[in-house]
């Protein structure tokens, strides 16, 4: 049967290398799960996730995956791990196929508990009110009490019936009502039926068998032939808050039973297999089924409210498969869904401060490239590149504007002044729109500019629009319908393409084109390149001028920060913020009541109180491609447009964002005298503490934020109080490195950059070194000596070694070093050694066979290692294998074996240290580096 379910693994593992969605994270043994079968999800105290498997248990933390065996458990190759719950933050309880096991999260270990009396499958793990713990296999009931005595429980109040089986459990608790048992009551689902079972005494349960279907009847649910009957099976039961027991079956979809009668009635997903069923926070029903994928449903009316599969369709997001074998969400609201053989898919993480625009049903922002928008009341005005969107969000209507009605598709600005709305198009000018009626009104415009590129409009507070194009400045009155053209011909323009404009308190119009900048006289109505403030001429090319609130201009330049100058703008000054760029990509900046607002290719960002916040894909962001457009309404909604949708949030969402629940950050590696191996980084996760040996004073860790969402973007900050001075950031490899410390206690600090709810504080031990101590007490004996001959020169007494030590001549010997040019040489016939034989395909290479090989003693190697190659003999060996990993995966010969097989091909013996060492050196996945070498073919 093992060999069978083996060929099967291997037949369908090219089906496991399906894309990942793009709103979904997939995990997959190519990413290091010991199995790809997911059975059983749960998220524990400590924020891992934790995948019961096939072989075991799969710890996961959004980036690195651990894979914890069962110890102590039978040869069989498969033990599969059915439930997984959490009894407190030291214990889980594990139920596979041989029975009941403890795990210790904090040290990874796994001990078989109750073994005498629960010998079989364990499917299902519950915990009742009082704080007993329930357990539910195929050979009957226990609980286990407080105390943790275990006790068999009796299922049936009627002796004749035998079958101990039991599928699932679910317990009555709190406020539900009477209907279903006191508090503490179990209902049981067998295959004959379902069992309510009263908790105060042992007397067992009526059984309330499963319904018949008549397979000559007209119940689309039967299927038996005609004249047949067939009793559906149940194999999974939930409770709602609300009290409403609900069945699912292995063939016939999801019933709900009735406790006052025990009727049961069909509720939804016919002719299906319900894998899994729970109810969510919010008392939704969560199902797996084997047809229509992870469902959410409403315990009411049976209505799809959120399903995942592989088809994606308008009501459903899309999905690797539609078989899941468990559907989970967890506290923060991420959705898991395990698969048998294909691995994992997730959802990411999301605070939702930000969030997509739309209306369910009407218009969707989320799939369009935004390039402005404005808010006006009740309406919202989104011009993307593909036409202008017109939605009334009271009223829940959209009117569409496209090249018939403004000449162009692509909506480049949007204006509104007085009762209309000024449109301003990529390769059509500008239009206007009657705000009243929507009717677009034509503007009577030189034939040059009907097919001109605007960039920008500004209201100069006396009646005129300033449009900025690819043909020249536009001074407009839409009042008085007048329009006139400055270009470099009739003006001193530098050139007739115009970035941006805006005005002074003076009146003055400050303006930017791509061979340089101007300013427009209002008493004269002229534009003029003559004294102009020098640093104004030194900005070159500018993105966005703009007046901000207390009068003073702010100069936005193509890349780097802004420059502002007092309203005379005579004096300027530089802004300036920590974001890990002297020269960022800032599209806009806006500053409102004291507040800044402004973006770079890393995020979002809020500067006040002198307190910087960035916000990224784990905050709501669908894309980091801002555009220059940024408004913040009357109402407080901030709308952000991007190449993925325009988004919106509040201004109150953005100052209330640090009192979100923190995420923490983990040590991923830990490296001082040697790697740490997975039980030593969890205990250090777990005491928050890392201890260094005392012959090793240095250390290399790597971070991980435990955000389960994209965290491409996210870089960190660490600082170790007591010993660095100021704030240190990550490189690309998020590793920070500390090649010697002196002794004492430190606190290491890390956080994301631009974020502190994403942080972590460890406490950081180096003991004191055995270097020190000798060279301490060289000291102290120096300082003995020292006052022992001022002693004995005072008191005119002969030295103690004098009288100890016999007269006689000591003889002293003065080692010899291995030379440089002896040492190039041994290094050199290494190398070539290494190049030509190949030991490292062994995976049982020692130094010492390298040593006979060359000629040398490993004494001598080893000091080749240190000396001269600088590197010790384990990364020396990783790196050659690596290297030839990378060979035979990219041969198209090999394209047929697993990456364990091509590993195992080229010395690693175990997963975990390819994996590990892979990642070390080449700063990913062997999953991702292939997908990444196949997109570069």
Known sequence: MNTIILILILLLLPLSLKGQTENMHSLTIDDGMQNGSVISIMRGSDGFVYLGTFTGITRYDGVNVVNIPITGRSDRKYNIVYALFEADPTHYYVGNQEGLWLFDPTTLETKRVYAEDIDCEVRAIRKTPRGEMLVATVGGLFRIGSDGRLSRMRIYSSSRLTDTNVCD????????????????????????????????????????????????????????????TVRIRPSRIAITPGGDIFIGTQEHGLWKFSSRDGSYHFFALPGSCVNMLSVSANGNLLVASDLYGAVELSPLTGKSLLAYD???GPNSSQARFSNPQVFYRDAAGIDWIGYKFYGLDHTYYNSGIFKVYQIPGLHDSSKQHVICSLADGNRTLVGTRNGLYIVDDEHQTVEYFGEDQLGSRYVSTLTKAGDRYIVGTQTAGF?????????????????????????????????????????????????????????????????????????????????STRNGNCIYDPTSETISTKNLPNKFVALGQLRDIQRMEDGQMLFLPQRGFPVTADASVLNFTRLSFDVGEDAPNISFFRKHNGICYFCTDNGFYTFRNDSLRCYGYLDGLTSMEFQRNFQIASDGRCLVSTNRGLLWTRVSDLNAAN???????????????????????????????????????????????????????????????????????????????????????????????????????????????????????????????????????????????????????????????????????????????????????????????????????????????????????????????????????????????????IAEKCGFRSRTSFFGVFKKIMGCTPKEYLERKDKDR
């Open 169 to 228: 459990i679910a317990v009555v608790g709190k406020g539900n009502p009477s209907s279903l048992g006191r508090e503490g009551a179990v209902w049981a689902v067998t295959v004959s039926g379902v069992v309510g079972i009263d908790l105060a005494g042992n007397a067992g349960g009526h059984l309330y068998p499963a319904p018949v279907l008549s397979g000559g009847s007209d119940d689309v649910y039967a299927t038996g032939a005609d004249n047949q």
């Open 659 to 901: 009192t979100i629940n923190a995420l923490p950050v983990l040590i991923s590696q830990i490296q001082t005298d040697h790697w740490f191996n997975d039980a030593e980084v969890t205990a250090a996760i777990a005491s928050r503490t890392i201890t260094l040996s005392r012959s090793a004073d240095g250390m290399s860790l790597r971070f991980s934020a435990m955000t389960f969402g994209k965290t491409t973007r996210l870089r960190y900050d660490y600082m170790l109080e007591g010993y660095d001075k100021q704030w240190n950031m990550v490189g690309a490899n998020q590793t920070a490195f500390y090649p010697s410390l002196p002794f004492g206690t430190y606190k290491l600090r890390v956080r994301v950059k631009g974020n502190d709810s994403i942080a972590a504080t460890y406490t950081i031990v180096v003991p004191m070194a055995y270097s020190t101590m000798a060279l301490i007490a060289a000291l102290v004996f120096g300082i003995a000596v020292i006052l022992h001959v001022v002693w004995c020169r005072y008191y005119k007494r002969e030295y103690l070694w004098i009288r100890l030590l016999p007269k006689r001549e000591v003889v002293k010997y003065q080692g010899s070093r291995l030379s440089q040019k002896e040492a190039e040489a041994i290094a050199r016939r290494l190398t070539a050694y290494m190049e030509d034989s190949k030991p490292y395909l062994n995976p049982d290479l020692m130094m010492t066979d390298l040593a006979i090989a060359i000629g040398v003693s490993n004494h001598t190697l080893s000091q080749i290692f240190t000396q001269h190659i600088r590197r010790n003999y384990y990364d020396f060996i990783a790196e050659y294998r690596i290297r030839e990993f990378k060979r035979m995966a990219a041969a198209d010969d090999n394209h047929k074996y697993t990456i364990m097989a």
């Open 310 to 312: 592989d088809k994606g």
């Open 431 to 511: 239009t206007e729109i009657d705000a009243a009626t929507l009717r677009v009104m034509n503007i009577d415009m030189p034939r040059r500019l009907c097919k001109s590129l605007v960039y920008q409009c500004r209201d100069d507070g006396m009646g005129n629009l300033w449009l900025c194009t690819n043909q020249g400045l536009v001074r407009y009155n839409p009042y008085r319908r007048l329009l006139r053209l400055f270009d470099n011909a009739n003006s001193q323009l530098p050139d007739k393409e115009v970035f941006c404009i805006d005005f002074d308190l003076g009146g003055r119009g400050w303006i």
